[in-house]
C-alpha cells in the first residue's frame, strides 16, 4: 500500500460521512449509506439531519454497518436557536438513536463579547448528552475569524464539557483552514484535556485530508489520529478516498 493509500484508509476511518442538504429526503440518506463500501474501508459516523436519524440507523443496519455512528446536528446552521429550542432538538435526537451531537455555539454572542452565552450552550447541551452521546462543539472558525476568538470559543468549548471542538457547518463562505486548525489543536494542547478536532468543510480529497493528518500529528502526537478524537466532516471526501484505494 502506498503512503497517499494509507493516509486514505485512515481518512475513511476518521471520516463523518456528511448529508446536510435542504433537499435530503429518505432517498437521499439511503444513497449516503449506500455509498459506503466495506471492502474499502468504512467511516467513523454518518451524519444527517435529526429527522432522518432513525432512518439512518435502519440503513446501516440493514447492511450489517451498525457500528457505524449516527450524529446529527443542533443549532444548525445559524447558532440563532434559543436555548430552550436546542435541548429539544437535542432530547428528540437522542431519542431517535444519535449517538453524536453537532451542536452550534451561539458564535455570533461570542463575537459581541458574550462568552456567558456560549459557555450556557455547551454546558446545558452536554447535561443532555451525558453519557448517551458525543457532544461535538461546531464554534463557526470561518466567522470568527481571528486566532483570539477561536481560542476563546475552544476554551468555552472545553469548558462547557465537549468531548470534540469541530470548526465549522460547512454553511458559510470560509469553513475548515490549517490555520484555524492549528489555534484550535494548540488551544487543546494547552488545556490539558483529551478533547477530539473535527476538521469540517473544504476537504474533498487524500491530499487535503493528508494536510490536516500531518498538522494533527504534529502538534497532538500520531495517538491523536483515532476517531475517539479526530473526525473529518465531509461529503465529497468518500468518493476520492476510495478511487485512490482502488487503485492497482
Known amino acids: 500500500m502506498s503512503k497517499q493509500q494509507k493516509e486514505a484508509a485512515l481518512a475513511v476511518a476518521l471520516m463523518d460521512l456528511t448529508s446536510l442538504n435542504s433537499n435530503d429526503d429518505s432517498a437521499a440518506i439511503n444513497t449516503l449509506v449506500n455509498s459506503i463500501n466495506p471492502k474499502l474501508g468504512t467511516p467513523a459516523a454518518v451524519c444527517v439531519y435529526s429527522d432522518f436519524v432513525a432512518e439512518a440507523k435502519i440503513a446501516l443496519a440493514t447492511r450489517e454497518l451498525s457500528h457505524i455512528?449516527?450524529?446529527?446536528?443542533?443549532?444548525?446552521?445559524?447558532?440563532?436557536?434559543?436555548?430552550?429550542?436546542?435541548?429539544?432538538?437535542?432530547?428528540?435526537?437522542?431519542?431517535?438513536?444519535?449517538?453524536?451531537?453537532?451542536?452550534?455555539?451561539?458564535?455570533?454572542?461570542?463575537?459581541?463579547?458574550?462568552?456567558?452565552?456560549?459557555?450556557?450552550?455547551?454546558?446545558?447541551?452536554?447535561k443532555v448528552c451525558g453519557s448517551r452521546a458525543l457532544l461535538k462543539v461546531i464554534i463557526e472558525s470561518g466567522e470568527l475569524q481571528t486566532p483570539d476568538l477561536i481560542a476563546s470559543a475552544t476554551l468555552l468549548a472545553i469548558k462547557g464539557?465537549?468531548?470534540?471542538?469541530?470548526?465549522?457547518?460547512?454553511?458559510?463562505?470560509?469553513?475548515?483552514?490549517?490555520?484555524?486548525?492549528?489555534?484550535?489543536?494548540?488551544?487543546?494542547?494547552?488545556?490539558?484535556?483529551?478533547?477530539?478536532?473535527?476538521?469540517?468543510?473544504?476537504?474533498?480529497?487524500?491530499?487535503?485530508?493528508?494536510?490536516?493528518?500531518?498538522?494533527?500529528?504534529?502538534?497532538?502526537?500520531?495517538?491523536?489520529?483515532?476517531?475517539?478524537?479526530?473526525?473529518?466532516g465531509a461529503s465529497s471526501l468518500l468518493t476520492n478516498v476510495y478511487a485512490v484505494l482502488n487503485e492497482a
Request: proline share 2%.
Open 161 to 232: 464539557g465537549a468531548d470534540f471542538v469541530k470548526t465549522s457547518t460547512g454553511k458559510v463562505a470560509v469553513n475548515a483552514t490549517l490555520d484555524a486548525t492549528k489555534t484550535i489543536l494548540n488551544t487543546i494542547k494547552e488545556s490539558g484535556k483529551l478533547v477530539g478536532f473535527k476538521a469540517a468543510g473544504g476537504v474533498k480529497t487524500v491530499a487535503d485530508a493528508s494536510d490536516y493528518l500531518a498538522l494533527a500529528s504534529t502538534i497532538m502526537g500520531n495517538d491523536y489520529l483515532q476517531a475517539n478524537t479526530f473526525r473529518f
Open 69 to 126: 455512528k449516527v450524529a446529527t446536528v443542533t443549532n444548525f446552521p445559524t447558532g440563532d436557536a434559543p436555548l430552550n429550542t436546542v435541548i429539544n432538538e437535542t432530547l428528540i435526537a437522542i431519542e431517535r438513536g444519535a449517538d453524536e451531537i453537532d451542536l452550534v455555539i451561539p458564535y455570533k454572542a461570542l463575537i459581541a463579547g458574550n462568552k456567558s452565552r456560549v459557555l450556557k450552550y455547551v454546558t446545558e447541551s452536554k
